[in-house]
């Protein structure tokens, strides 16, 4: 399997938490040849969309305007989205929603998967989406389970840094050096203009997250995003 056959998938509660937590994975996969497949579960119409409504926007309004910011930040990061509709604060995971992810999880197989903490006690909708795509990857792995594609192996899961991770037990397990991409991640961030209160916030995480980084590899690093993974990592050497 070459490069250009492989794909990554990003599983997102909200139409921007894809920008904010994993933009510049995003990005540097693309630019290695990876597919990048992103799942909105909803576009953060009712609970991430304040300033639209303070404009007095309506829903449906609110709606195309999240979706089209994001499709613009994809756009610019190299990734397909897809879109859900299913709707936040609550967002409700429905069996109509886990088939849908299994399906396609088994369509797509992923090298990784990219999703939210496992726990957030300021946003539910998070640890919500962790707990569906975890659910997913095992069905996607079962035998048994009706679909018209194959099983998946064992792809890795890991966890974007949460909005406050010291109260989310966020163990940060991957540094990741985004440096490179980081310019195009700011742009994808600056789409997401109903949530512009955001943009310097995530660029100071960045550049938090760059010198840890640069500290625990020796190196110079200027922007890192942290990721916490789920399963072990398995090879024939410690790295």
């Known amino acids: 399997m070459t490069t250009a056959n ?4 990003v599983v997102s509660a909200h139409s ?6 994993a933009g510049g994975a995003i990005a540097l996969y693309h630019d290695m040849g990876y597919e990048v497949r992103v799942l909105c579960l909803s576009f953060g119409e009712r609970g991430e969309s304040a300033r639209l ?8 309004e609110i ?7 994001a499709e613009k930040a ?35 197989p992923p090298e990784f998967i990219l999703t939210h903490s496992l726990k957030d006690p300021y946003n539910a909708d998070h640890p919500r989406t962790t707990e569906l795509v975890l659910e ?19 792809p890795g899961v890991f966890l974007f840094e949460p909005h406050q991770p010291e109260q989310c037990d966020f163990q940060v397990d991957v540094l ?3 440096s490179s991409v980081f310019e195009r991640k700011r742009q994808a961030m600056e789409c997401m ?15 938090r997250r760059g010198v840890q980084a640069g500290r625990n590899s020796g190196g110079s690093i200027r922007y890192g995003e942290a990721y916490q993974r789920i399963y072990p990592y398995v090879g024939g050497v410690i790295l």
Not at 53 to 60: D, N, V
Not at 137 to 147: D, V
């Open 63 to 69: 709606r195309e305007i999240r979706r089209a910011e």
């Open 176 to 178: 990741l050096d985004i």
């Open 74 to 108: 994809a756009g610019i990061l190299g990734a397909q989205v897809q879109f859900f509709d299913m709707g936040d604060y609550p967002l409700v995971p429905t069996k109509e929603l886990e088939n849908a992810l299994v399906q396609e999880f088994r369509a797509h």
């Open 6 to 9: 492989k794909s990554i998938t």
């Open 136 to 154: 997913c990857r095992i069905l996607a792995q079962a035998h048994g389970y009706p679909s018209e594609y194959g099983v998946i192996g064992a």
């Open 193 to 207: 203009e109903a949530q512009e209160h955001l943009w310097e916030y995530y660029t100071d995480v960045a550049k």
């Open 53 to 60: 409504w303070k404009q007095g926007k309506a829903l449906e």
């Open 16 to 21: 921007a938490d894809f920008v904010w937590r």
